[in-house]
T-cell receptor
């Protein structure tokens, strides 16, 4: 069964550093998403991406965040200048179609900002 | 976006059927109801989705009454490995998916 993969599984960085989280969505999926989950809290939507552009984003997704699909398989989330409060699990998801189609989540990247 | 309300936690024993009810009083005509399962430090995993009446797959059943203001996820014969957080989501044509706090299910031996 195809699945979403994410790398690295755990990233430790210093405050103020840039990090790039990587995702490989399911191959025939067209819609891509990033979510985050701070320890012990809810899963929060960050951004959705389709046809090489952001289709929707939350208020969390401010100017320090950016997303990119650099090639035909990868989908990345960049955090330009990390803050302590960016420490969380970051989940990538993909769906074949948008809207109500099922989103399949990756295993997540645990980001720790020191 | 329709808000959902679920019990914070539930306990069950192995082999029992578990029913988790979610209320979504302001669900819109185009909204679908989706349930996800999440284990600690893992991504949410799709369980089932429905629009009305009853949907069944190999994992669970989803019951949706005619007014669609609530839905019930039914897990037959749970095992210890079903201990997880279960999220009820109401999703419409937008891409933004809102997760609530979910229901923490504890399955005991």
């Amino acid at each position: 069964e195809p699945e979403v993969t994410q790398t690295p599984s755990h990233q430790v960085t210093q405050m103020g550093q840039e990090v790039i989280l990587r995702c490989v969505p399911i191959s025939n999926h067209l819609y891509f998403y990033w979510y985050r989950q701070i320890l012990g809290q809810k899963v929060e939507f960050l951004v959705s991406f389709y046809n090489n552009e952001i289709s929707e984003k939350s208020e969390i997704f401010d100017d320090q965040f950016s997303v990119e699909r650099p090639d035909g398989s990868n989908f990345t989330l960049k955090i330009r200048s990390t803050k302590l409060e960016d420490s969380a699990m970051y989940f990538c998801a993909s769906s074949r179609q948008g809207a109500t189609d099922t989103q399949y989540f990756g295993p997540g990247t645990r980001l720790t900002v020191l | 976006l329709a808000k959902t309300t679920q019990p914070i936690s539930m306990d069950s024993y192995e082999g029992q059927e578990v029913n988790i009810t979610c209320s979504h009083n302001n669900i819109a005509t185009n909204d679908y109801i989706t349930w996800y399962q999440q284990f600690p430090s893992q991504g949410p995993r799709f369980i089932i989705q429905g629009y009305k009446t009853k949907v069944t797959n190999e994992v669970a059943s989803l019951f949706i009454p005619a007014d669609r203001k609530s839905s019930t996820l039914s897990l037959p014969r749970v095992s210890l490995s079903d201990t997880a957080v279960y999220y009820c989501l109401v999703r419409t044509g937008g891409f933004k998916t809102i997760f609530g706090a979910g229901t923490r299910l504890f399955v005991k031996a």
